[in-house]
């Protein structure tokens, strides 16, 4: 950061009163401007026994297979930032989605919260993001090129957790 987005002057890296980190502060009207990991919300989508992955048509990771998920937006909650990605990455509906896995990713300041839940159809096609989207059986997997960590650990404990009908919420420190 090098300038102030409340007043345009010049930021300088500080200690400021009461905070152990040094942050960015504005030289002329003293703005403390923290920077926060940014939230990925997104869904583990199932059509009966088949999973929905999207094939990303943007980098980073461009080619590679994900789940459907993106940055949330503000005014919006985990929940509808993870709809709104499935909607917008793979044009997909879902029902009853609840939060079941949450990836704390300190190297790239970044915290992904996955939900699971049914398609309300089978109907899925790629959207602006995405190359394609397809329903995988477990067995179909393109396990070599998906695209991130936390992706590769929510197909882990989704496929796990099948085999009991139990899901509990999943919590890991990745990267």
């Known amino acids: ?25 504005c030289i002329s009207c003293q703005t403390i401007h923290y920077q926060n990991p940014k939230i990925v919300c997104g869904c583990l989508a199932t059509w009966q026994d088949r999973i929905l992955l999207c094939r990303r048509a943007i980098e980073p990771r461009l080619g590679y297979w994900t789940l459907p998920a993106g940055f949330m ?14 909607w917008e990455e793979a044009q997909a509906h879902v029902t009853d ?4 896995c949450v990836f704390n ?26 190359l394609e989207t397809a329903l995988f059986s477990e067995k179909d ?19 796990e957790d099948r085999k009991t009908n139990s899901y509990p919420l999943h919590m890991a420190d990745l990267g």
């Open 97 to 100: 989605a609840q939060l079941y």
């Open 1 to 25: 950061m090098n300038f102030c987005s409340h007043c345009g002057h010049p930021v300088e890296l500080r200690n400021v009163p009461d905070d152990e980190r040094p942050r960015h502060v």
């Open 73 to 86: 937006e503000n005014g919006e909650t985990t929940l509808q930032g993870a709809l709104r990605e499935t």
């Open 105 to 130: 990713i300190p190297s790239i300041s970044q915290v992904y919260l996955m939900f699971r839940g049914e398609m309300t159809s089978e109907q899925h096609s790629s959207g602006t993001e995405s």
């Open 141 to 159: 997997i393109p396990w070599h090129s998906l695209a991130f960590p936390a992706v590769r650990s929510t197909l882990d404990y989704y496929l």
